[in-house]
């Protein structure tokens, strides 16, 4: 008996199939073709897949296709759990109903607070979900070395260990494409431990072009991806170069256009796949996940059958995921049956042989799989007080401060604040307009959190803070009164983690994450309903209900052209610490 | 320093290229788009692909694209370097200077000799070759293992140990399709061995269709290749259902209308790959390798671009041959410089980056790797005799003997001849019409040989005899008088293998193979020269020049309807032995 005789038989007759689909509307990315054809499943894999009315054979059950398209199981090509909030049962609740039947994960988040401690979680909190996890080993942690503190570092050895374990597929994404292209770097020789491997690398080039592009490139080596351009003339450059191409849902909704230009204008897009990126709990429930970028596609005017193979055999070509993304015997069975093929709007869900999804429904709630519980990873000094959170200035009076102007938070600027000083402290309440920032290591680091004024930001009370803020993840706070930060942080030290709204030294609102001060141990619409109390709360003392949003990237000393760590104000474009006192 | 450093530093303009080339049409398969390019070569691989006229770094040396074409190396997908009677070195030095950059070999003829130790001998020869030499491991030795005795017989565990082995990279052609569909026999134990260790199955359906076919795949996983498809319908079915399908060029010459039909009318042509399987030393001097496929298929009407997939990514896909077909920074600098893109026309060949053919000649000749000496490997009995050769039948007089019809070589019959018996020994010389055929055990078999009498076949006088004979290879021979069939297979023996042509005790022409009985140590166009020489002497003594042909495949017991082994007559059909004398 072989590995599959099971299916052999059913595919012979001569035994009936576990579950077969009769005059479905074949979606076959393998030739680009939509024709009539019967499916027979069978001990997980697809048996048979023969034009509709020919095979003769008997099921155990059988669903008649009845209008509906069959299409391989949606493959997200690249994107971080950690955006969604959620636990991996809880997240794949969320997408599988939208048709995701593979994701392609970065664990890059968790990996910055808990090291290969977090990503082995991710590995064990989605065992045997009813969709297939991947994993792509981090390898920018942190993103920048000596301007922050994660909870971890990684290097090559830490990259050669994690390309050992089940289910990693790929170096995950290669953010310091300077230091890659300048074969300079812990970065160089990560890579070379996943070429050595015989993975995929993947990229993350936003921007780049030319002869940068092709440094790049020629470090990744053949199997190199990018998910950052968003204008048709830099993704059919990367394309050309041999890149994976990924059109990014959480980024090009409102750019659907020019890349449906860009697609439209290479005669085999081949090399174009699609992935999500980041995509938080609000958007997964309003707007869906990878279909809503395949509807958008597609409404912008790219080939449905290009939009489904974007989804499916493409990536799963690029990763080498043999027997991911197209229905044919042999393969494995995860398809996706659909009312709507333009409209993308999944009906039922199959993966593994078995129906996850019933008129759009689960069949039964995902279980959570039996992972380590994780200790409170929220470390931050003990004996904390209002004093570690004033600013201080060498002389009393008037004195001048950098500050950080969030008016256009995708481009801060410094600027210069005058405020008054009394026995040595910046006197408080700060005038109006003018706030003040912590960044507090969580991460077990002794010193005192890193402080620095906020211009361009309205906020007139109270305090908002947050243990998810990228890539370090330490305790980011924006505030009025040094009495409301500490609140917070001890708020959140208390909570394991997560975002809070602090006034006059109540909690107003919150939202825990106390999986690594990432994620909830709730379900996504759980969260989401904590996520709208805290909006509600945020919206009612004046600010806007996404201001929480601006923690997340504060602190990330990649972009442009100031940020907040733990370390102190970072001026980006030299990379250097700014003193908090204008000289 | 990572591994890629020089290439890196080449792409940003930090070192000069090894070689660039400037202004080149670029066969760009990954998007099916030509465009002027300059690529920059550093170390080996591909650095830098730009458009012609933007690059203005240096180089080593350069070369004028000058109205030239560039394309990936061409990579044969399924091919038996025995059929060239080559060794891989003198091979290799006939199809570089045609384009085929990489080739992926089924070593199945040595295999059924030496078992692991033509595999490896094999591996040995072509080590450090100007192309790249991949190996499939063979998965039906023998072809049928009760009717015919081979020189080694593979399992499970022979294949297990092969895919161990460097640059084995796929479960060869399982031609035992019944067996695999069936799940039963050796070939779905070694065929799981594959899936288990992950790698591609070759298969092998000849007008495999319907149900069988999807047992067939059901079977043979996810990545399986076929190329025994000549009409379109059944291509057609075998692509959409997931398989690889090769165009091979050794047949469908012929029917390259029908095939460029097939490809012409799949939206998606990413399923078709392009092979050789069988090309003897005439066709190769003649006609070329791959190239003269891609010629025809384009005459026959297929899109150059398309055909330019086929011999290079598409391929390069099923196999997982990441680096290999395409021209992309970060790919490996295999390149064929093309005079005539329609035509097929290699002017040069670069393999990892080195100039290996110029103006269509090699650089210089291809040494041959260092591999061990093989023994002689035609062991037949010690003391053969006369008699050994002789017909008996039970009675004196006229008797009644099978024979084997050769009018239609591909379609033998069973027909029985009346001989004079004497003595209990068939009289010689035979009537006019009939001949007399052995199979000698050359494996070290203690038999006598196996005798049948043949008519259809005009041999006049002398006989033809070869060590080549599919798939055992034993030595088979059809001639007028036992003492030439005893003449003939000492001389073979002696001569270590070959095909001789021997008349009245005299050697009147050879080819000696003397590499397993199967291969030479000379170069083609030696081969050839020699060949010429025995096709004259067949001429001469009133035979075809390709009557040795009908000895390849007379003793394949898979081929209808009647075939001759060491074991005896084979009436295929049922699969039993046929007595020599009819009752």
Chains 1, 2 share one sequence.
Request: glycine share 10%; proline share 6%.
């Amino acid at each position: 008996m072989g590995i599959r005789s099971d299916a052999v038989s059913s595919a012979r007759g001569d035994r009936p199939f576990d579950l077969a689909i009769r005059n479905i509307r074949l979606v076959n990315v393998l030739t680009r073709e939509i024709y009539p054809a019967d499916i027979g499943i069978t001990g997980g894999q697809i048996a048979s897949v023969l034009p509709a009315g020919v095979n003769p054979f008997s099921a155990e059950r059988e669903i008649e296709g009845d209008g509906l398209w069959a299409a391989p199981g949606f493959i997200d090509g690249h994107v971080h759990n950690e955006s969604s909030m959620c636990t991996p049962a809880a997240w794949a609740e969320v997408i599988l109903p939208h048709g995701a039947t593979s994701v392609v994960t970065d664990p890059h988040e968790i990996a910055n607070v808990l090291g290969l401690r977090g990503v082995r979680y991710m590995l064990d909190a989605s065992r045997d979900l009813p969709l297939r996890y991947f994993i792509t080993a981090p390898s920018c942690v942190p993103s920048v070395p000596k301007l922050e503190t994660s909870g971890a570092v990684f290097g090559e050895q830490e990259m050669r260990e994690m390309l050992t374990w089940e289910r990693v597929i790929a170096v995950g994404e290669a953010m310091d494409f300077i230091g890659l292209s300048n074969q300079s770097g812990t970065i160089t020789s990560i890579v070379d431990a996943g070429q050595v491997a015989g993975v995929p690398i993947e990229g993350h080039g936003p921007g780049l072009t030319g002869c940068l592009l092709q440094a790049y490139l020629s470090a990744a080596g053949p199997r190199c991806s990018d998910h950052e351009s968003l204008d048709s003339v830099n993704m059919l450059e990367k394309a050309r170069t041999g890149t994976m191409v990924y059109a990014r849902v959480s980024s090009f909704l409102d750019a659907a256009r020019e890349l449906a230009e860009a697609i439209n204008n290479i005669p085999d897009p081949r090399m174009f796949g699609l992935c999500t990126d980041d995509l938080h709990p609000g958007f997964l429930l309003e707007k869906g996940h990878l279909d809503h970028g395949m509807r958008t596609l597609i409404a912008a005017g790219v080939d449905p059958l290009t939009v489904y193979q974007m989804a499916s055999i493409n990536v799963a070509g690029h990763y080498g995921l043999w027997g991911l993304g197209a229905i044919a015997p042999g393969w494995l069975a995860d398809i996706v049956l659909l009312e709507d093929l333009e409209k993308v709007q999944v009906k039922h869900v199959i993966t593994g042989g078995r129906i996850r999804v019933w008129e759009g429904q689960l069949m039964e709630p995902v279980r959570q799989p039996i992972a380590p519980l994780l200790e409170n990873t929220v470390r931050i000094p003990a004996g904390l007080n209002r004093g570690d959170f004033t600013p201080r200035a060498t002389q009393d009076g008037i004195r001048h401060f950098h500050a950080m102007d969030l008016s256009n938070v995708t481009d801060t600027r410094l600027t210069t604040v005058e405020l008054m000083v009394e026995n040595g402290q910046v006197k408080f309440p700060l005038p109006e307009g003018i706030a003040l920032a912590a960044v507090l290591g969580r991460h077990g680091q002794a010193q005192a959190p890193s402080l620095s004024f906020i211009t361009g930001f309205p906020i007139q009370q109270g305090v908002i803070a947050s243990t998810v803020s990228h890539d370090s993840h330490n305790l980011v706070m924006i505030g009025r009164h040094p009495d409301d930060l500490l609140v917070a942080a001890k708020s959140l030290e208390q909570m394991g983690g997560g975002l809070v709204f602090v006034s006059q030294g109540n909690m107003i609102a919150k939202l825990p994450l106390p999986v690594a001060g990432l994620l909830s141990p709730l379900s996504l619409s759980e969260i989401a309903t904590q996520e709208t109390t805290l909006k509600t709360a945020l919206t009612s003392y004046g600010l806007s209900p996404d201001s929480t949003a601006i923690l997340l990237f504060m602190t990330l000393p990649v972009l442009p052209r100031v940020r907040l760590t733990d370390h102190g104000l970072v001026d980006v474009l030299v990379q250097q610490i700014i003193p908090l006192e204008t000289v």
